[in-house]
């Protein structure tokens, strides 16, 4: 029987933390639905309910599909392709609406972090927040995505981890984080550049929530991301990141066909079982079995293992010794994420010469083992530390979070 967390959001420390909370609240679709995030079978039907005929209605889908995904239209008087007629009949049904940008936030490394608004059921009650942060780098730029309004987990040194899970997003709200990024960055089509490259490059679902539990709709979003007529990214450059929902990892590779990365962290399941309590339900030898079965893993589409550098916790040449051998026959890089403070935590970062030792072993056993540089973190936006304005810190956390950062 799974463990389930319905109240504190608090709860999710120790060997003992519940392994899941309970969604408090469902998707309530609005009155008036956006097209962004519908496949075109679902574009379609939608045109079908409205009157459009058959025989009109793939080369609707081919227009409105170009301009929500290639041009970024906002609304349909943009789509001058489109008649009229037609385009007032659209406005009268649909919105090509994505989620409300509520706040921008730029870090000292321009990495930028959007508070978005996602409605529910035309209420602003029933409105939540997620966080998204765009990440600029010299040779790509990286989109980091949420996938739930909370999370699901309760992993004890993630601060996302800390919150309650409130809702799964839609496919729709899942894509509008890409479409809300482009907008901000005027990263569409008619973009004038020199090498007309886009500034989106790369996607990770790697922001609030665990995708695996969210299945369904992080699939059909990603399909529509990936698509060549479309936003498309190529499907190596985008990575799922899952702490280790089992039964659907081999259905990303089946379904869906991106790069994977599991959140690790430890290498001994009595330590796993404080640090990410799901180990609990999907032990270590089980989902490195999963890895090792991963449709289409190869040298050229390695599993990306997400290790973060806890001081005196997991951080020992035992600990790098170990976990090379645990992968041995997988395909495989070793992420090493020096630990990002947040206001509350109990852990502290590996000092810099112990994640140097820590990488040099991996690296002479053979594995790639690049240390993330941290981005972000002036503004909250570095791995582990994404947490939604609808829970705002406190005066005292941020004064807490301050000091941290001066003895950092």
Not at 73 to 94: C, G, P, V, W, Y
Not at 316 to 326: E, F, G, N, P
Request: proline share 4%.
């Amino acid at each position: 029987m799974t463990d389930t967390l319905t109240h504190s959001p608090e709860a999710g420390s120790g060997a003992g933390a519940p392994l899941e909370k309970t969604a408090l609240e469902t998707y309530v679709p609005l009155a008036k639905p956006s097209l962004v995030g519908l496949s075109r079978a679902e574009i379609s039907d939608a045109l079908g309910a409205i009157g459009v005929q058959p025989a009109q209605r793939k080369m609707r889908v081919q227009q409105l599909w170009h301009w929500i995904y290639v041009r970024g239209a906002q609304n349909f008087a943009d789509m001058t392709s489109i008649s009229k007629d037609m385009r007032a009949q659209l406005e009268t049904h649909f919105t090509v609406a994505r989620p409300e940008v509520v706040a921008e936030q730029i870090s000292n490394d321009g990495t930028r972090k959007w508070l978005l608004r996602l409605p529910s059921g035309d209420s602003i009650e029933k409105a939540h927040e997620v966080e998204c942060v765009y990440i600029p780098e010299t040779d790509r730029g990286t989109l980091c995505v949420s996938s739930q309004v909370g999370c699901t987990l309760t992993c004890s040194f993630c601060h996302t981890g800390t919150q309650r899970l409130v809702r799964n997003l839609t496919a729709g709200e899942i894509v509008g984080q890409i479409m809300v990024a482009r907008d901000r960055l005027n990263d569409w089509a008619d973009r004038e550049t020199p090498t007309g490259s886009r500034l989106v490059t790369n996607v990770v679902m790697m922001g609030m929530g665990e995708p695996l539990y969210n299945f369904e709709a992080v699939r059909d979003a990603l399909l529509i991301v990936s698509d060549n007529e479309g936003i498309g990214i190529s499907r190596r450059r985008i990575t799922l990141s899952t702490s280790g929902v089992v039964p659907n990892i081999a259905r990303t590779g089946d379904e869906i066909g991106v790069m994977l990365a599991i959140s690790l962290h430890a290498v001994r399941d009595e330590l796993r079982d404080e640090l990410v309590p799901l180990n609990r339900k999907y032990p270590i030898a089980e989902l490195l079995q999963a890895c090792r079965d991963y449709p289409g893993s190869s040298n050229a589409r390695r599993i990306t293992f997400e290790y973060v550098m806890l001081k005196g916790v997991n951080d020992s040449l035992d600990d790098a010794k170990l976990l090379v051998k645990m992968l041995k026959g997988i395909h495989a890089k070793i992420n090493l994420i020096p630990f990002n403070l947040w206001p509350g935590t109990r852990y502290e970062c590996s000092d810099w010469d112990q994640i140097e030792k820590f990488s040099e072993y991996i690296f002479n056993a053979g594995y790639s083992s690049p240390v993330r540089t941290p981005r972000g973190r002036d503004i909250l936006a570095a791995c582990g530390q994404l947490k939604s304005e609808t829970e705002k810190l406190s005066a005292r956390e941020r004064q807490a979070l301050r000091a941290m950062a001066m003895t950092d």
